[in-house]
């Protein structure tokens, strides 16, 4: 899979190519997945319904439904973080329930999380600080990463010396250290203004064109999801199941280009109608 992108020239050559050799298992599986949680007043809330989607090695597969619908419940799936009711989710082929290496998966969330008293080189090696390797190896590691999103300069800057887009680009760095198959992002650049989300929606198709990381990305943002993904979920409302699964072959880029905006209106349209399905059921 090739995206054209406006940053700089393709890299691909140093930087290393994760896809696994000879095999055509998806990166990230869910079959049949469901899941319940306690709600508050302790009834059952039923958020998954027999869920199923893959994630193929080098892509990256945008999630979209209404709020509440169990988007981020999917990622916290994905990540190990909880277990399904029913269903399984393999990663890399392995059932997450099994012991398993979770540094083949990084996690970027929504606030960016960076730790205030640490310069931004220490808050990205700080995801390589649980396993055994030697402080200056994750240093050096974290600083190349921060060369890899284009803030090799600001390595020493406290988070508070650097602008949104930039601390946002400290928390894909580190998302990105400890050099992942996959990378699940849970709407990173909603709290960013239009253009530095632009910048931000650039950056990660020039890395994941560079290293070949398989994304599954949440997103309310219907045109992010447009210009991004290689394959859209629409969810339906909770319980949410697979209401459509899309491939989108658009060449990049597609910011703007008719076929973008077709079918960011379609999808817009389908989300809407399932808001109005739901109000009145
Ligand atoms: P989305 O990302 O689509 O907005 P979420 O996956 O965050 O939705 O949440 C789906 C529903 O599950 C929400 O009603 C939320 O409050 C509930 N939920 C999520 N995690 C938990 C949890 N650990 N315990 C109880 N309820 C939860």
Redesign the pocket.
Known sequence: MTHANDIGTRTGAIAPDLRPAGTSQPALSFQNVSKE???ADGTR?E?LRGVSFDVPVGEIVAII?P???????LLNLAAGL?APDRGSIKVMGQDTRSPMDWRCVGYMFQDDRLLPWRIAVRNVALALEVGAMPAAERLRRAQDALELVGLGQFANAYPHELSGGMRSRVALARSLVGEPRILLMDEPFSRLDAQTRGSMQREVLRIQDMRHVSILF?THDVEEAVILADRIVLLSP?PARVRRNIPVSIPQPRIGTGAAVALTAELRASLEADTIEEISA
Do not use: D, E, H, Q
């Open positions: 949680f306690a709600a809330l958020v439904g709020s509440g619908a169990g988007k981020s419940t909880i949440v909770r």
